[in-house]
C-alpha cells in the first residue's frame, strides 16, 4: 500500500489570537473536502495573552500516524508579523513551502530563500469587515486559502459560519473573503 503524502502546516500566533481555531476550522473544511486524515496538535507553553504559541495541522487523503509537532512545515501561517522578530517562524520551512503573513507590507520586504510568500493586512481588512480590532483568525483563514489552494473558500466560508454561530457568523466569513480577495503572493511562484 503506497503511503498518501500528507500536509504539514504550522500556525504561529499570540495566545487570544485564535490561531487553534483558525487551524480547527481549515482542518474541518478539509476533512469535508476529502482529507480523511487530520490531526491538529496543539503545542501550549506559558499560556497567557499574547505570548507566542504554534499549533501544528496535519492533513491527508489517507491515514496520519505522525502525531508528533510539526518541525519541517510545508505551510507557515503567521497571525501576527511581529513575531517574525521573535521566533524564527520559518524553521524548518521545506524548500517549495509556503509562508502565509498577516501584515501590512508587501511580499518584497520579506526574504525567506525563495520561497512562496503570501500577505494581506488582515487585522485591517477584518475590522473592515466588522470584526473588533485583534480578531484576525477568520480573516486569515481567506489569505491561507488564496495561497495554499488546498480548499475552495466556500467550503471555508461554511466551516467559518458554522464555528462562530451566534458569535458574528457574517462579518467573519466577510473578513475571510475581504483577505481572500486582497492576498498578494510574491516569492517563488
Known sequence: MKKEKS???RWHGRGGQGAITAAKIV?????DSGYTGIAMIPTFGT???G???FTSLKVSKGK???LSPTTKPDIVVVLDHLLLEEVDVAAG????GLIVINTPREPADYDFNGRKIAVADVT???????LPHGVINSGIIGTFAKAAELVDIKSLLAAIEKEFEGRRPKQNSDAAMLCYENTLIGGAL
Open 7 to 9: 500536509i504539514e502546516i
Open 64 to 66: 496520519i500516524y505522525d
Open 47 to 49: 499560556e497567557r495573552r
Open 93 to 96: 520551512l521545506k524548500e517549495d
Open 124 to 130: 485591517g481588512l477584518s475590522v473592515k469587515a466588522g
Open 27 to 31: 482542518a474541518k473544511a478539509l476533512f
Open 51 to 53: 505570548a507566542p504559541v
